[in-house]
């Protein structure tokens, strides 16, 4: 299959390209190389007769036509977006113009190609999306986001990917695009931008600076493995049924102190210090808007496509903590671009 990714020099479209590119796709990665890209991410790949590089952004519908033209692709995984829940308070226009303007657009240029071609079945427009625009979850664990969760989104990031997501909708219903949505919770792993809560910890702890956590600590998220991610997406665009959503969690809630704690438990094995690291954690003001609790409900992958999270959240940590520890060459760089590092998102 030949896929336009586009965000492939992020997070997650990183894995997803080098996993697609393993698995003998063609790869076309689209990215705008925004202070959260890192081509390096994708350098194991880059020398791939499957690899192509389009540098371009989803708000420039004429060069998204001009790739659809170039490389026909048969499917397009959409990653690309502003993806930082504290620059949003800080900076929405950014995410606007990004999640939705970029995401109408690049589903036009879409719709355009795909007509063009008289309208194949078997073309997919994957839209991949967070369980964010669900909000927030009470405390009760029986209670998780399921796809049938009404929309309930409650900062600009969950706001901008919901907006997406229901153009996403509208143009399979209105137009008969074929998409496919995921909607995942936090992901970890190696190549993480430093910016987001996991590396943010490794780092800071190594720098033996305090470990700020919002609020009280109590903050829930369900984390899931990155290439656990990736090979969700994967099964879905290859499997997943035509204008249907999953959602895809890792079935691991844990609140944000201890997760923290768990950060500190595996860097006191691997990296000792004099002291153990939980000695610097601090609780510092909250993020406005702070949504409690987020916990996926991931029944329907599992049931309809045979997919579960492979990857322990504690043997996960493990991994992500060797991989930071061996890669300072890879983060060291990005402190400090954009004000990765500071306090961000206090809104006014
Ligand atoms: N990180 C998570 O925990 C998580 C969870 C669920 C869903 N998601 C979604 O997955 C996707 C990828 O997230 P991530 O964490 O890898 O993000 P990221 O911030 O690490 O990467 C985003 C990538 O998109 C590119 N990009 C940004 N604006 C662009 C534009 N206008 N045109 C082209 N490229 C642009 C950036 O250069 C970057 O390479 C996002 O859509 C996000 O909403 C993320």
Known sequence: MKILVTGGAGFIGSAVVRMAVARGHAVINLDA???????YNVA????????????????DRAALERIFDAHQPDAVMHLAAESHVDRSIDGPADFIGTNINGTFNLLEAARKYWSGKG????????????????????????????ED????PRSPYSASKAAADHLVRAWHETYGLPVVLT?????????????????????????????????????????????????????????????????????????????????????????????????LIRFVEDRPGHD??????????????????SVPLEEGLRLTVKWYLANEAWWRPLIGRKGTGSRLGRGA
């Open 33 to 39: 190389l925004t202070y959260a890209a890192c081509l």
């Open 44 to 59: 194991s790949v880059a020398a791939s007769p499957l690899y192509a590089f389009e540098h371009a952004d989803i708000r």
């Open 119 to 146: 309208r194949p079945e078997h073309f997919r427009f994957h839209h991949i999306s967070t369980d964010e625009v669900y909000g927030s979850l009470p405390a009760d664990p029986a209670v998780k986001f399921t």
């Open 149 to 152: 969760t009404r929309y309930d």
């Open 183 to 279: 909607n995942c919770s936090n992901n970890y792993g190696p190549y993480h931008f430093p910016e987001k809560l996991i590396p943010l910890m490794i780092i800071k702890a190594l720098a033996g600076e305090t470990l700020p956590i919002y609020g009280d600590g109590s903050n829930v998220r369900d984390w899931l493995y990155v290439e656990d991610h990736a090979e969700a997406l994967l099964t879905v665009l290859q499997h997943g049924a035509t204008g249907r959503s999953y959602n895809i969690g890792g079935n691991s809630e844990r609140t944000n102190l201890e997760l923290v704690q768990a950060l500190c438990a595996v860097l006191d094995d691997l990296r000792p210090s004099t002291q153990p690291y939980a000695g």
């Open 292 to 309: 409690k609790r987020y916990a996926i409900d991931a029944s329907r992958i599992g049931d309809e496509l045979g997919w579960s999270p």
